[in-house]
């Protein structure tokens, strides 16, 4: 099979129609899900929830034809994050993008595989001392054996694993992964890794650093924060996260392959969240930023307009669903989406 870049089939991709995986229309929102912290939920809860995750994943894929490496429908989400990746980072729709992939992601949960709940978050702040004992990761699984696979970035402290998870849901031999790494679209088994990064979370996962986030008097400089600059001294909470987890997690392109990445971006949603219930009457519709991202992670920008993103700004999830406008996700309880946090 050839190697295909990302930037020769993403046009195609973004445009290619066909049935969404699931057809259902938004409403009004009447009982919104309550959406919580992982440790608080019920075994119960917890066994569902990865039974409706490995589900989603022993699904044939509705992508494949596009991207080979897709052979499940977990791994359909994964693919259209990285053909996206390029356009969805380190712009002004990077939150309310990722805020519509969480909720197409949950309610797929919902209705390709019967779970009853609402998407967990992760709170990282409470794992800031030892993540290697966070109670949520080692949920998710071990950290794998130790291997010479140095730093998530240069300059970045190492971490303590690298190897394929051993234990719990996702363990190698159960939770097998097809999709390429990186930009490439050639399958590639492999298995899930992680490389527990203890100093970047005792760094970086502070609640000093969620507090500046939310002192932020615009969605622009929120959201800025929150992604932080590529340093280490302005590591944000975003990168931050991945590379606490790293491995599998830390390739951009195909980060959400990581179970984990879904309570990641549920903690991220939520401070987002937070942030615009402090002020609903003027945060709710706050969006800003520019279209086209203030670095380059090999997307071509020659269709896209060079101005900033507004409430009518269309994003799409591929033949997952879309297009819709950034103004229809941006109330977590109006016509569209319709869930809270705990």
Same mark, same amino acid.
């Given at each position: 099979m050839i190697i295909?870049?990302?930037?020769?089939?993403?046009?195609?991709?973004?445009?290619?129609?066909?049935?969404?995986?699931?057809p259902t229309k938004p409403t009004t929102c009447k009982h919104p899900r309550i959406r919580k912290e992982w440790r608080t939920l019920t075994q119960h809860e917890k066994t569902a929830y990865f039974d409706a995750v490995l589900c989603l994943h022993s699904k044939p894929s509705i992508l494949s034809d596009l991207v080979p490496s897709s052979l499940t429908h977990f791994e359909d989400f994964v693919a259209v994050h990285k053909l996206q990746t390029p356009y969805i980072h380190l712009c002004g729709h990077f939150l309310p993008w990722h805020r519509y992939l969480l909720?197409?992601?949950?309610?797929?949960? #919902?209705?390709?595989?019967?779970?009853?709940?609402?998407?967990?978050?992760?709170?990282?702040? %409470?794992?800031?001392?030892?993540?290697?004992?966070?109670?949520v &990761?080692?949920?998710?699984?071990?950290?794998?054996?130790?291997?010479?696979?140095?730093?998530?970035?240069?300059?970045?402290?190492n971490g303590t694993g690298g190897g394929c998870v051993q234990e719990g849901p996702f363990r190698e031999g159960k939770f097998e992964l097809h999709v390429a790494p990186r930009q490439e679209t050639?399958?590639?088994?492999?298995? %899930?890794?992680?490389?527990?990064?203890?100093?970047?979370?005792w760094d970086h996962a502070t609640h000093e650093k969620v507090a500046k986030i939310l002192e932020q008097p615009d969605f622009g400089w929120m959201t800025k924060t929150a992604e932080g600059l590529g340093d280490y001294p302005n590591l944000g909470i975003h990168n931050m996260a991945h590379y606490i987890i790293s491995g599998t997690s830390g390739?951009?392109?195909?980060?959400?392959?990581?179970?984990?990445?879904? %309570?990641?971006?549920?903690? %991220?949603? #939520? &401070?987002?969240?937070?942030?615009?219930?402090?002020?609903?009457?003027?945060?709710?519709?706050?969006?800003?930023?520019? &279209?086209?991202?203030?670095a380059n992670f090999g997307g071509d920008f020659s269709h896209l307009s060079k101005g900033n993103v507004t409430l009518d700004f269309e994003m799409n999830l591929g033949r997952l669903h879309g297009p819709i406008k950034v103004k229809d996700i941006m109330h977590t309880t109006g016509d569209y989406l319709?869930?809270?946090?705990?």
């Open positions: 295909m870049k990302i930037s020769a089939i993403v046009s195609l991709f973004l445009v290619a129609s066909g049935v969404t995986s699931h909720w197409h992601y949950e309610t797929t949960l #919902r209705e390709v595989c019967g779970y009853k709940g609402a998407q967990p978050y992760w709170d990282y702040t %409470l794992d800031r001392a030892n993540a290697s004992l966070s109670p &990761i080692l949920d998710f699984g071990d950290n794998g054996p130790k291997l010479p696979v140095g730093p998530p970035v240069p300059g970045y402290p050639e399958r590639k088994d492999r298995c %899930l890794s992680r490389d527990i990064n203890n100093q970047i979370a390739d951009t392109f195909d980060s959400n392959a990581e179970p984990l990445f879904y %309570l990641h971006h549920g903690n %991220l949603d #939520r &401070i987002w969240w937070t942030w615009q219930q402090a002020n609903k009457k003027k945060r709710t519709f706050d969006v800003s930023g520019k &279209i086209i991202p203030w319709c869930y809270e946090y705990e």
